[in-house]
């Protein structure tokens, strides 16, 4: 068989196009129509033909593959595979325990992640200068490297110049990086409900921290300039898009006002960007409004896939030296491999076509959380991982934490996010990407809200 001759036969139905897709390959394979050897149309021959994304046909050739139908070849094209009498597929079952725990981006089976590292990982291994790729490489990122960093930050609105960018290990290994630069006896300023990788670094450093308190706009520049005139920290770490664990979207006005108190104290700003990808037209970062005094931290893993593990951080350009030296004491060189497909993807744009596919399964994943949960309030949007559920006064988060893991349902308790210890707020910051699918997660989520039961009489959703 040609290339182009193959068409698929389409059954309408209410699922996704890229299963229709591999459904009407499988019957095909099956009825004879397809043999062992065949050769597929390309990608780009079957979107035009079926008038799908080029994206839905990646997705359905990726599943299709997993499933043993077909193989691929680079530089040959995608066959038929030839399947022994008495093969068939039989997907994996869910695994026993729901976790609902950790923020990571949302992966289904067939992922497009997974499809395009598979073939990233192909490509590098047929490259004629891979032994460049194999030993160590500039402790900040090579310049082509720091160009796609800017080009990805610029992509949430950081404007950055190859000289302002850093590549780190994700944003985890930023913040390691950045506050070991910038600490000091004063100590750090953090939200009073803030990410706990920022927690754990101000341990490791030794740095006390200083809570500021939020509403539900974010954090509250009066607060803010309260914790500055009490404290000598002069050293502010926090979230103002998709904020980890409120969801919180900080509103141009209030990040205005922030800045106004960190130029009126001399505050440098460390913002954690690393959700930031994900809301579409979200405001302004703090690095637009004071790029002078602001170290933004951004990744990859987040918002395009979690195995690569690859971040960038935006500073003021005369922090670029001291930065080379704290990712040589810290790492001394990243992974070149991993950097290099980070670099292939942000310039080709793959980088942005997963990150949107990462938003529309959030939105996907958001939206079965609203019905699921329907009558028990929390707080979220619709490009969130994440919900942020307070509680109300006659149920205790904790004892909900206990009944739902004695039901094989994981929940991040609050506390790990308190940054006054002992003072957790009595709420559940519930993850709604962890879950290896949608039917997985509507399970997990079933269970806790039967354990949560008719907490509020009106069915309600803050926003």
Excluded at 1 to 19: C, E, H, I
Excluded at 133 to 141: K, T, V
Excluded at 174 to 191: D, F, K, Q, R
Aim: with cysteine.
């Amino acid at each position: 068989m040609s290339r182009s001759t193959w068409k698929p036969r389409l059954k309408r139905s209410g699922g996704p196009l890229y299963a229709a897709l591999v459904d009407a390959l499988s019957a095909d394979i099956s009825s004879g129509r397809l043999r062992a050897g065949d050769r597929l149309p390309t990608h780009r021959e079957l979107a035009s033909t079926t008038g799908a994304s080029l994206g839905t046909v990646t997705r359905a050739y990726a599943e299709a593959e997993r499933r043993g139908l077909i193989w691929s070849q680079v530089g040959n094209g995608t066959f038929v595979k030839n399947l022994r009498e008495g093969d068939h597929y039989s997907p994996q079952p869910d695994r026993l325990r729901i976790d609902l725990g950790p923020t990571a981006a949302p992966l289904v089976p067939g992922d497009l992640g997974h499809l395009a590292l598979a073939a990233a990982l192909r490509r590098l291994g047929e490259r004629a200068d891979l032994t460049g790729l194999s030993g160590y490489q500039a402790h900040a990122g090579t310049e082509a490297q720091r160009s796609a960093g800017a080009r990805w930050l610029s992509l949430a609105g950081v404007a950055a110049t190859t000289e302002e960018v850093t590549v780190c290990g994700g944003a985890q290994h930023a913040t390691l990086m950045v506050l070991s630069l910038l600490a000091n006896p004063g100590g750090l300023l953090v939200e009073d409900i803030t990410y706990p990788g920022v927690l754990a670094t101000a341990e490791w450093l030794r740095l006390p921290t200083h809570p500021v308190a939020l509403d539900a706009e974010g954090l509250i520049p009066e607060a803010l300039a309260e914790a500055c005139r009490k404290s000598e920290a002069r050293v502010l770490y926090c979230t103002p898009t998709n904020h980890n664990p409120t969801t919180t979207i900080m509103p141009l006005k209030r990040r205005q006002a922030l800045v106004e108190v960190c130029r009126e104290f001399d505050v440098t700003i460390v913002e954690n960007g690393a959700l930031a990808p994900l809301v579409d037209k979200a405001p302004p970062p703090l690095a637009a409004l004071a790029p002078e005094r602001t170290y933004h931290l951004g990744s990859l893993s987040k918002a395009v896939l979690p195995a690569l593990r690859v971040g960038y951080i935006r500073a003021p350009v005369e922090s670029r030296k001291a930065l080379e030296h704290a990712a040589a004491a810290t790492v001394w060189s990243g992974s070149a491999l991993l950097t290099e497909i980070a670099t292939q993807w942000v310039t080709d744009g793959t980088a942005e076509s997963l990150r949107d596919a990462r938003r529309v399964e959030a939105t996907a994943r958001q939206a079965l959380a609203a019905r699921v949960l329907k009558g028990h309030p929390y707080v979220a949007h619709d490009r969130a991982y994440f919900l942020w559920m307070p509680l109300p006064g006659h149920r205790r988060a904790t004892e909900l934490v206990e009944q739902a893991a004695a039901h094989d349902v994981l929940i991040g308790p609050s506390h790990l996010f308190a940054a006054r210890p002992g003072q957790a707020p009595n709420a559940l910051r519930v993850s709604l990407g962890a879950a290896s699918s949608r039917a997985e997660l509507e399970r997990g989520l079933k269970t806790l809200a039967s354990l949560l039961g008719a907490t509020s009489p009106t069915p309600r959703r803050l926003v």
